[in-house]
């Protein structure tokens, strides 16, 4: 785990397996004409593609490519990081792009395996909460280990844009933000407890529900044939570990964390 990012913190960070290979491509492209939102552009793009092929059928080729989305989502934030230009723009066009691209490929299993629209929309919303956990102690470990506090537990309240970006589009991906993440990020601000003083458990469990991780083992069910597994790791495994983390931080002796 990155010290520059988590600080002295203890935590060990399962979705940052990627991360290495992600700083070495922010190396290769920092000083190349190549934008941060071009390769969020980029990773989003390789997600609906991978929803194409899965709705062909090439289930263990789509998943591999799912992994490469992943690596490539590491970058944009490495690449803002190594040229010292962190991004309200890039922050809240990466957790849209995220969604959309999460959606298209669980609407693709959903017809190749036959989902109702009941269920389908039910794997979208816990993949999205489960994301939400995770990023909610992601974002705090941040703030306390390297200061970065482009991301916030709250973001109701709008940024004012960095001099490299415009104050009018970071009003707009703001509005698109707080209309359609902000409600998640409260019930999940809401449900988490005190938190533990270092968070170790809270980031460590719940960082096995970031799409980093969560790509690896759906490549492995691919891989076995047992993708239609995928209700029970979602909606079952996933559900419970998220449940364990919910208690832990109920269950702390230490003040509650402040939001950031």
């Not at 789509?62 to 991004?87: H, M, Q, T, W, Y």
């Amino acid at each position: 785990m990155s010290k520059r990012k988590y600080g002295e913190s203890t935590a060990v960070d399962l979705s940052e397996w990627g991360r290495p290979l992600a700083r070495i491509f922010a190396r290769f492209l920092k000083k190349k004409p190549v934008s941060v939102l071009q390769i969020t552009n980029l990773h989003l793009l390789l997600a609906l593609f991978s929803a194409w092929l899965i709705l062909q059928g090439e289930v263990i080729v789509a998943c591999f490519l799912l992994i490469a989305k992943g690596v490539l989502d590491a970058v944009d934030g490495e690449l803002a990081r190594l040229r010292e230009k962190p991004s309200h723009v890039g922050r809240y066009w990466d957790t849209v792009a995220d969604t959309i691209g999460l959606i298209a490929v669980m609407c693709s299993f959903a017809n190749l395996l036959g989902w109702s629209g009941l269920l389908t929309a039910a794997m979208i919303l816990a993949v999205l909460f489960q994301y939400s956990l995770f990023n909610h102690y992601s974002i705090l470990l941040r703030a306390r280990g390297s200061g970065d506090l482009t991301s916030r537990i709250d973001e109701r309240v709008r940024p004012t844009a960095h001099p490299w970006e415009q104050q009018r589009n970071v009003n707009i991906l703001h509005a698109i933000y707080v209309l359609c993440f902000s409600w998640q990020d409260n019930i999940i601000a809401g449900i988490t407890g005190k938190g533990s003083d270092k968070l170790v458990f809270e980031l460590t469990a719940s960082s096995s529900l970031g799409y980093g991780f969560q790509s690896l083992v759906i490549f492995s069910l691919a891989l076995w044939q047992k993708i239609d597994y995928l209700p029970y790791l979602v909606l079952g495994v996933n559900s419970l570990v998220m449940l364990a983390v919910v208690v832990r931080s109920w269950f702390s002796t230490s003040p509650r964390i402040q939001s950031v």
